[in-house]
């Protein structure tokens, strides 16, 4: 058989191959059929000892098929283990979901505290103002009216004070959380993304 | 031999003569086949297999206005071949034992399938 024959009939009898694999498959009994005539034997003699192409091929299918089918099997069976362990890991999940999501809110507490004391501070402040002469003429400009509104109006000063106060600490907090915040996030998604780089 | 045995140790004597030199697949199977027998159809699926596990890399050369496929071992091919070396010497202490207790038997029953 001449070497031309031999990888026709190998090239006919791996059909089923994907092209390239047949293509691999055939190109290395090319080159071994090319560097046995190197070494001295004839054309015939080379394709001879190779032996006969159709038992190459059910070698090369036989070493093929199994694999097919296990890893099928093998999704499958993942697949399946997927859904009957969803109350094991759907539990987990959602349990690591709310543990994030109390994170981020455990997050963002300082800031509304601070938003919500800048706020009422301020409130206070503007009231203490406003309230200033119904206080007056309510305690008498004379008995004692006087002070009395002067006591509120440096209250008031103190609140708005505190307000300002709150109010740094809201804007300088804020920022952090929100920084914060993002880098979690991003922590988070380069986890996941990691795991499923590392399954894949 | 035992086929399963058989094709671990061709697999790790495939990859010792790639030790020091890159080769190609003819001259593996003649570097091979006096240890262990070797035939072109069984080269190939453990080629296959040791360049899926990465103990093996493989480049194309131009050999006489042709192309000639050669491998070569990577690290890990190394490390594989050293690993072998410390699981068997399990099996050596194993062999020497049972030499050295039924020394005298191998005649009669280490031969006996293969007598007609």
């Known amino acids: 058989m001449t070497k031309q024959n031999f990888l026709n009939e190998l090239a006919a009898a791996l059909h089923q191959l994907p092209r390239e694999e047949r293509y691999r498959t055939l190109s290395y009994y090319d080159e071994l059929i090319d560097d046995r005539m190197e070494d001295g034997q004839s054309e015939e003699e080379a394709v001879d000892s190779l032996g006969d192409p159709e038992l190459i091929a059910r070698e090369i299918l036989g070493e093929e098929t199994p694999q097919a089918p296990v890893s099928t099997g093998r999704k499958a069976w993942i697949i399946a283990l997927l859904i009957l362990g969803f109350p094991l890991w759907g539990a987990l999940l959602i349990a690591g979901v709310a543990v994030l999501l109390s994170v981020y809110i455990c997050l963002f507490v300082p800031v509304i505290v601070l938003g919500a004391l800048a706020i009422g501070f301020l409130l206070a402040a503007i009231l203490g103002v406003v309230g200033l002469p119904f206080l007056i003429l309510d305690v008498g400009v004379l008995a004692g009216g006087l002070p009395a509104g002067l006591f509120q109006l440096g209250l008031s000063i103190a609140l708005l004070g505190l307000s300002v106060l709150c109010a740094l600490g809201f804007y300088f907090t804020g920022k952090a959380t929100v920084n914060a915040g993002r880098s979690l996030w991003r922590w988070f998604r380069r986890s996941v993304t990691r795991q499923r780089r590392v399954t894949a | ?116």
């Open chain 2, 1 to 116: 031999m035992d086929a399963q045995l058989k094709k671990g140790l061709l697999e790790v004597c495939v990859l010792t003569a790639l030790r020091g030199k890159d080769s190609y697949g003819y001259q593996i199977i003649k570097d091979v086949s006096p240890i262990v027998e070797i035939s072109e159809s069984t080269l190939y699926p453990i080629l296959k297999r040791l360049e899926a596990a990465g103990f093996v890399t493989t480049y194309s050369l131009e050999h006489n206005s042709r192309l000639r496929k050669y491998y070569r071992l990577t690290p890990a091919g190394q490390e594989r071949i050293r690993t072998f070396l410390v699981e068997w010497q399990d099996v050596m202490r194993a062999y020497r034992y049972i030499a050295s207790q039924g020394a005298g038997d191998i005649s009669q029953t280490g031969r006996k399938d293969e007598t007609p």
